[in-house]
T-cell receptor, first 115, second 117 residues
Framework: NAGVMQNPRHLVRRRGQEARLRCSPM?????VYWYRQLPEEGLKFMVY????????ESGMPKERFSAEFPKEGPSILRIQQVVRGDSAAYFC?????????????FGSGTQLSVL | QQQVKQSPQSLIVQKGGIPIINCAYE??????FPWYQQFPGKGPALLIA?????SEKKEGRFTISFNKSAKQFSLHIMDSQPGDSATYFC????????????????FGKGTKLTVNP
């Protein structure tokens, strides 16, 4: 039973390019969360999605960032026109239901570096 | 505004010691307090969690102490081992809220623990 799979593990982009981060939740999980971790900081919530729906995007920057979780396929976090300040580790977590607590599992993250 | 404050930022102990990591929160709506362990290059993994209706929870060598009136909670690691060397994060959420709860976790900034042999 594979865990939460994120790819790529490392992504290098130049300023102005687009970054696409993918997250495949654990089997049977239909709730996906994205968090961002800046150096020397804790994780900060970005967005919570269920299949085909954005439930809570209160942590998403107003511009350049978007997320989706289609009916088929992985969840995608998309960052347009990246800037150096976007460099961070991006973690995805999944759970089988809302309020799952102990059933919330994190992936190993995507380290985004913006040159 | 940082809603969960964690200290210390780093901690070094000898094998067998009892490191203690402290967290304080502000939002009284929080009703779920997990601790996560993170190794380099990995995502956080749930270690132990507590609800505010109990003052202490123990799982193996890990114990959470909770002080609701002070809005503080702490993690104690008994008989620490070099394999416990990792970054530890406290977190909080309004998991059991009246509208069905949320997994929107608010994390502390983390404590890098080093356990020397």
């Amino acid at each position: 039973n594979a865990g939460v799979m994120q790819n790529p593990r490392h992504l290098v982009r130049r300023r102005g390019q687009e970054a696409r981060l993918r997250c495949s939740p654990m089997k049977g999980h239909s709730h996906v969360y994205w968090y961002r971790q800046l150096p020397e900081e804790g994780l900060k919530f970005m967005v919570y999605l269920q299949k085909e729906n954005i439930i809570d995007e209160s942590g998403m920057p107003k511009e350049r960032f978007s997320a989706e979780f289609p009916k088929e396929g992985p969840s995608i976090l998309r960052i347009q026109q990246v800037v150096r300040g976007d460099s961070a580790a991006y973690f995805c977590a999944s759970s089988p239901q809302k309020g799952a607590g102990e059933k919330l599992f994190f992936g190993s993250g995507t380290q985004l570096s913006v040159l | 505004q940082q809603q969960v404050k964690q200290s210390p930022q780093s901690l070094i102990v000898q094998k067998g010691g009892i490191p203690i990591i402290n967290c304080a929160y502000e939002n009284t709506a929080f009703d779920y307090f997990p601790w996560y362990q993170q190794f380099p290059g990995k995502g956080p993994a749930l270690l132990i969690a507590i609800r505010p209706d109990v003052s202490e929870k123990k799982e193996g060598r890990f114990t959470i102490s909770f002080n609701k009136s002070a809005k503080q909670f702490s993690l104690h690691i008994m008989d620490s081992q070099p394999g416990d060397s990792a970054t530890y994060f406290c977190a909080a959420s309004n998991r059991f809220g009246s509208q069905g709860g949320s997994e929107k976790l608010v994390f502390g900034k983390g404590t890098k623990l080093t356990v020397n042999p």
